[in-house]
């Protein structure tokens, strides 16, 4: 296969943090997504382009990009792991794009100190050689 399968968008906001991400249904004694977490996915889907792989023989690098404050405005560092913010978008993306995150193998994540908070996000896939990934 020629050409790179990828796609590169703006993913409004910031995600909710994965400590405030699931919740416990007392009914089922499952695990579910928090509603902070389901209005996040809801709001940033629309943002998320066409994307499909096209081998069943590829895995998925996935760049995110966060950009927020990394300061109050005494000075003083913000509780922000940037670390939490990923599964959120990763399930998000997977799930728009129709492919299971599992086959994200490749991750690369940074964060820029910005008054405005959104998220760069690069997706592309990898074509494997014999089930492989070649490292030259």
């Not at 928090?34 to 943002?47: C, D, F, N, T, Y």
């Not at 991750?107 to 492989?132: N, P, Q």
């Amino acid at each position: 296969m020629s050409g790179v399968n990828q796609a590169t968008f703006t993913l409004p906001g910031l995600p909710t943090s994965r400590n405030k991400l699931y919740y416990s249904d007392p009914r089922s004694g499952g695990i579910e997504w928090s509603r902070a977490a389901l209005q996040w996915k809801a709001e940033v889907r629309p943002h998320i382009p066409p994307f499909r792989l096209l081998s069943e023989q590829s895995i998925v690098r996935l760049v995110l990009e966060f950009h927020y404050p990394w300061y109050t405005k005494a000075g003083d560092w913000l509780t922000r792991d940037t670390d939490n913010l990923i599964k959120v978008v990763q399930d998000t993306i997977a799930k728009k794009c129709g492919f299971n995150d599992l086959r994200v193998k490749q991750l690369r994540i940074t964060s820029v100190d910005d008054r405005e908070m959104y998220t760069k996000v690069m997706v592309r896939e990898i074509h494997l050689t014999d089930g492989r990934l070649r490292v030259s």
